[in-house]
C-alpha cells in the first residue's frame, strides 16, 4: 500500500523536553510538509522540503526543527522554544514542489499534548 | 499575503439536500486549487484539484468551481448523505522564492442529519 504515515499517533510532552514526529511516505514523492493545526483552525505550514538535504523555513518554524537525510523520511523535532505546541501535526508530500498541478496527500496526523 | 475565507464556518442540512460551500482568496495568482475533506482526529482526503485553467472539475456528486479572477471557489455537493459530514477545507497553491506550498482556509464543518 503506498501512502504516508506518521507515528506516533499521540505524544505527550513534558514541560523542556524535546520530541521528534516521525512523517515517512513510499510514493517516490520529491516535496514534503510539515503543518499545524488548532481547533477550529485552517493548517499552517512549519517547514517544507522540496528535496534530500534541503528545506524551507514556513509561516511559523519559530521552535521546530526539520530534516531531510532520505526522500522517504522527513521528522520534525518540536523543541522546548516552542512554547504552545500542543496541536495536531499533518505531514503531506507532492511529487514535486516545482510541478503546478499536482495535488497533496496527507497522512493520518501526530496529536501532541504538552503536560 | 494570500489570505484564504470559508464561508460558512459551519452547516446542517437535512440529508438528500444540495449544498453549496464556499471560499474565497485574496490573491488570485494561484497555480491550483484544492478541496479536502477531513474526518475528526484524521488527516485530510483530497477530494479535488482544480488547475488554475480549468473552470470546474467533478467527481461523483462533487462538483467543484473555480473562478480565478473574482477570487472564489465554490464545492457543491449534490444529495447529501449522513456519511458526508466531515469538515471540508479548501487550499490554494501559490509560489514563493523556494517552491510551491499551499494556502488554507479554516473550513466549513458539515453535518448532515438523517
Known amino acids: 500500500d503506498g501512502g504516508i504515515t506518521q507515528s506516533p499517533k499521540y505524544l505527550f510532552r513534558k514541560e523542556g523536553q524535546n520530541v521528534t514526529l516521525s512523517c515517512e511516505q513510499n510514493?517516490?514523492?520529491?516535496?514534503m510538509y510539515w503543518y499545524r493545526q488548532d481547533p477550529g483552525q485552517g493548517l499552517r505550514l512549519i517547514y517544507y522540503?522540496?528535496?534530500?538535504?534541503?528545506?524551507q523555513k514556513g509561516d511559523i518554524a519559530e521552535g521546530y526543527s526539520v530534516s531531510r537525510e532520505k526522500k522517504e523520511s522527513f521528522p520534525l523535532t518540536v523543541t522546548s522554544a516552542q512554547k504552545n505546541p500542543t496541536a495536531f501535526y499533518l505531514c503531506?508530500?507532492?511529487?514535486?514542489?516545482?510541478?503546478?498541478?499536482?495535488?497533496?496527500?496527507f497522512g493520518p496526523g501526530t496529536r501532541l499534548t504538552v503536560l | 499575503k494570500q489570505e484564504v475565507t470559508q464561508i460558512p464556518a459551519a452547516l446542517s442540512v437535512p440529508e438528500g439536500e444540495n449544498l453549496v460551500l464556499n471560499c474565497s482568496f485574496t490573491?488570485?495568482?494561484?497555480?491550483?486549487l484544492q478541496w479536502f475533506r477531513q474526518d475528526p482526529g484524521k488527516g485530510l482526503t483530497s477530494l479535488l484539484l482544480?488547475?488554475?485553467?480549468?473552470r470546474e472539475q467533478t467527481s461523483g456528486r462533487l462538483n467543484a468551481s473555480l473562478d480565478k479572477s473574482s477570487g472564489r471557489s465554490t464545492l457543491y455537493i449534490a444529495a447529501s448523505q449522513p456519511g458526508d459530514s466531515a469538515t471540508y477545507l479548501c487550499a490554494v497553491s501559490h509560489y514563493d522564492n523556494y517552491g510551491q506550498n499551499f494556502v488554507f482556509g479554516p473550513g466549513t464543518r458539515l453535518s448532515v442529519l438523517p
Open positions: 482544480i488547475q488554475s485553467s480549468q
Open positions: 490573491d488570485s495568482a494561484i497555480y491550483n
Open positions: 503531506a508530500s507532492r511529487i514535486s514542489s516545482s510541478a503546478a498541478y499536482n495535488e497533496q496527500f
Open positions: 510514493l517516490n514523492h520529491d516535496a
Open positions: 522540503s522540496q528535496i534530500v538535504n534541503d528545506f
